[in-house]
């Protein structure tokens, strides 16, 4: 059975190639057109160096629906000033010619080394090339071309009955290094068959969004492209308009996103482990997912996981060293790799030897119930491990 992709949807469109933007040979420039697009949604870095490219696309965006994106790796084009605009302005107007439409329907990021600019003549000879058919569907090239550090591709399709209609979100991320928060150094591309309109689209992709890309962190450090664009094609006849079917559809989409998220989390930087922290019963959803990042962050955490250690106390560190957080320690539940070790804040007796069989696998579940509230959040993260050190100071 063929494995399906984000160009598997009736009505899109995409490739990539290796354009020399990277030393290694590898897919570094690649497309995904939508030519009848219904609606359009994106969300950016809160960076300060926010990229060329990005404001590009959110000028795009303000002016109406997004038909196209050009998507490279290998270079940033960030903290590039005025040139980078001039050649993010350039990108566009190349790609939209080949496209037969408007520059502003073209949405473009970068991902790489910051402070590069952008290899104008290599990009116009490679759109030369990726654009010459532009009705091409090989998502897999896709989703080669935007990985830098990652070691695996990281696409999803998955679909959900909305309203009596199959409905399906497909797309492909990168992401390995430089996670967190909000986003962080990752890129991610989504389609759907549904018909949605761009502000509801919009809507519907912040809140996916938050409870999944802003919510992976491998290192605590975030980036200056940061971006996550979805585009609805429209194809399934019945417009998603109800309050019902809104609400449909942003589960379906937060899910294709949160498994992305996992992906992301799973293949950080050095990563031998995934973690899933989950906190309940916060006082609110806001702190439930504060608290969950100050455990998905902490290197001491991190640490322990990689060396299967069940040294479940720097959870706890972690989980109560913000003030501003609401923590009760006599109510607190905290169940470690699986196993139960503290009840309403008393240690439950427990087998160290066993919890060290138990983080030995690839996946390790921390669950941590404050019961205050109803607050609730669940953040994905990796351990720390020599490889990240060796991937960073090797990076250039």
């Not at 995904?32 to 809160?46: D, E, L, M, Q, W």
């Not at 109510?331 to 060290?356: C, E, Q, S, W, Y």
């Amino acid at each position: 059975m063929t494995r399906k992709t984000l160009s598997s949807l009736k009505g899109v469109f995409s490739s990539g190639i290796a354009a020399k933007i990277k030393a290694n040979g590898k897919n570094d420039l690649a497309f995904i057109f939508v030519p009848n697009a219904y609606g359009s949604a994106g969300v950016f870095t809160r960076s300060a160096f926010a990229a060329p490219p990005l404001t590009y696309t959110k000028q795009s965006m303000k002016r109406g629906t997004v038909k196209a994106l050009i998507v490279n790796s290998g270079c940033a084009n960030a903290a590039t000033g005025a040139a980078g605009m001039r050649d993010a302005k350039r990108t566009a107007q190349i790609a939209a010619k080949h496209l037969g439409i408007k520059p502003h329907e073209v949405a473009l990021a970068s991902t790489g080394i910051i402070g590069k600019p952008l290899p104008m003549d290599k990009m116009e000879a490679g759109l030369a090339t990726l654009l010459a058919n532009p009705k091409a569907r090989n998502g897999d090239a896709t989703a080669k071309a935007i990985m830098t550090t990652d070691l695996t591709q990281k696409e999803v399709y998955i679909s959900a009955t909305i309203n009596g209609q199959r409905i399906t979100v497909a797309g492909c991320a990168k992401g390995s290094g430089m996670i967190a928060p909000n986003m962080a150094t990752m890129l991610g591309f989504l389609v759907t068959d549904a018909k949605v309109d761009s502000k509801t689209l919009q809507t519907t992709l912040t809140s996916a969004v938050n409870n999944s890309f802003n919510m992976t962190s491998v290192d605590t450090d975030t980036s200056t492209n940061d971006t996550v664009l979805v585009f609805s094609t429209g194809e399934k006849g019945r417009k998603i308009s109800s309050a019902a079917d809104k609400k449909a559809f942003t589960a379906l989409l937060t899910l294709a996103c949160q498994n992305l998220a996992k992906q992301i989390a799973a293949d950080g930087e050095g990563a031998t482990k995934l973690i899933e922290v989950e906190v309940l019963g916060a006082r609110t959803e806001g702190e439930a997912r504060r608290v969950a990042m100050n455990v998905i962050n902490s290197p001491l955490v991190k640490t322990a996981i990689h060396g299967a250690d069940p040294n479940w106390g720097r959870v706890l560190a972690a989980a109560g060293k913000d003030p501003s957080l609401t923590v009760d320690p006599s109510r607190v539940d905290l169940t470690f790799a699986g196993a139960p070790v503290m009840r309403r804040g008393k240690i439950v007796t427990h087998d160290r030897n066993k919890i060290r069989k138990l983080m030995s696998v690839r996946d390790v579940p921390i669950q941590l119930n404050l019961n205050i509230g109803k607050g609730r959040a669940r953040a994905w993260g990796c351990d720390l491990t020599h490889g990240y050190v060796d991937i960073n100071v090797s990076y250039n």
